[in-house]
């Protein structure tokens, strides 16, 4: 576990030395953009949940 420890500690290092914080600041805003992409429901808004509570609705009066 001290090996997989000082492995990861080196990559840091390594990442640290090659990217500047513009790089890094891009990068981080690329993976939260395409985390916000892979997001089956996008906001929690009121029509949305209006919908759904429809459908649940529906569902419990076994209409389709």
């Not at 001290?2 to 990068?27: F, P, S, T, V, Y």
Request: hydrophobic residues 40%; charged residues 40%; glycine residues 4%.
């Amino acid at each position: 576990n001290a090996m997989i420890d000082g492995l990861k500690k080196a990559e840091e290092a390594k990442r640290d030395r090659n990217w500047d914080a513009r790089q890094r600041w891009k990068a981080l805003q690329d993976m939260i953009a395409w985390a916000e992409a892979q997001a089956t429901v996008r906001r929690n808004t009121r029509e949305a949940c209006l919908r759904e509570q429809a459908r649940k609705l529906r569902q419990l009066d076994g209409s389709p």
